[in-house]
């Protein structure tokens, strides 16, 4: 009997040794995939801009081993999710589960979502990961246009060296009221505004019309896609929602007449931002996290 057995077991190591060559992390359809001797292309969800399948987890391998001295950059254009995506480089990479040098170089979080253009590979092998078990708080939700845009159309080159990537816009540079869209050529970003909006930053809109301009004392009035109300950039002097308030000469931080004590202010600045939000537990406003709203006061507002 065990003699019968022995012509088998050949066979039983191979099979063995097939399965564990198997990388745990399937990747495949219906997106990912491995981009060999190419120098430029688009990374995208599938579907984008409507919303993918999910769960969805899939890998794109760009690979460019063919040049002498490889760097990869990826410029994250249209970048519409806020967690599930890490860019790892790697000094070799054949799969998953072989691979050296690896070095993570953005996993996308709420918190650098909105701030990251580009990421640069200093090696032949970058690999972009995507897992998303549901498609709902995944997304960066702006009103009114953006509601119905998931996922990601991102583009990315490679080139020798190490020379300074093009610069590149996103979402946030377009205002969150317009796509950044790349040239045919790969080298040369700009914003392509939704219908109403206008300008290079899409930051022209309906509230900020010639006809229908709230800022005042010259200010500069612009659109962020988030928010319904359009934003006052104050010249220097003034302050307020609509710039309408001007500052006390002397003391540049404190409106005048003064409605509070001001002698904590730091003096240097000259200009004060008011902003009012709303925060109720972790529920999002215009799309924004409870986090990102907090950032943002953090990086608008003085301490006083
Ligand atoms: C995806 O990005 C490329 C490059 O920026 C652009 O040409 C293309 O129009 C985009 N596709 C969609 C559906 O937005
Ligand atoms: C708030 O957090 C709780 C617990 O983490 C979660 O169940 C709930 O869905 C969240 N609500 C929103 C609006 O995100």
């Known amino acids: 009997m065990a003699a019968a057995r022995w012509p088998l077991l050949p066979l039983l190591l191979l099979l063995l040794l097939l399965t564990a060559g198997v990388s745990p992390e399937t990747f495949g359809a219906p997106c990912g995939g491995t981009l060999v001797g190419q120098d430029s292309g688009v990374l995208q969800t599938p579907g984008f801009p409507g919303p993918y399948p999910v769960p969805l987890r899939c890998a794109w391998v760009l690979d460019a081993s063919h040049r002498q001295e490889p760097s990869i950059a990826l410029y994250l254009t249209q970048l519409y999710l806020l967690s599930g995506l890490t860019i790892t480089q790697y000094a070799y990479y054949e799969r998953e589960d072989f691979h050296m040098g690896e070095q993570e170089l953005l996993a996308v979080s709420e918190q650098n979502a909105l701030d990251s253009r580009v990421v640069v590979a200093h090696s032949p092998y970058l690999v972009v990961r995507l897992t998303a078990q549901r498609l709902e708080g995944n997304q960066l939700r702006a009103l009114p246009h953006l509601l119905t845009v998931f996922g990601f159309n991102?583009?990315?080159?490679?080139?020798?060296?190490?020379?300074?990537?093009?610069?590149?816009?996103?979402?946030?540079?377009?205002?969150?009221?317009?796509?950044?869209?790349?040239?045919?050529?790969?080298?040369?970003?700009?914003?392509?505004?939704?219908?109403?909006?206008?300008?290079?930053?899409?930051?022209?809109?309906?509230?900020?019309?010639?006809?229908?301009?709230p800022c005042r004392n010259g200010a500069t009035c612009r659109h962020t896609g988030w928010h319904p109300e359009p934003r006052c950039l104050c010249r220097p002097g003034y302050a307020g929602p609509h710039c309408e308030t001007r500052l006390q000469a002397g003391n540049a931080d404190c409106p005048a007449p003064a409605s509070a004590p001001c002698t904590d202010c730091a003096t240097g600045e000259k200009s004060r931002f008011t902003i009012t939000v709303r925060l109720t537990g972790n529920s999002t406003v215009s799309g924004l996290s409870r986090h990102q709203l907090e950032r943002q006061v953090r990086e608008n507002g003085r301490r006083c």
């Open 154 to 213: 991102i583009t990315w080159e490679a080139r020798d060296g190490s020379p300074k990537p093009w610069h590149a816009c996103s979402v946030a540079d377009c205002s969150l009221a317009g796509a950044c869209l790349a040239a045919s050529d790969f080298k040369s970003f700009g914003c392509h505004c939704f219908e109403g909006h206008h300008g290079e930053d899409c930051g022209r809109g309906p509230g900020c019309s010639e006809s229908n301009n």
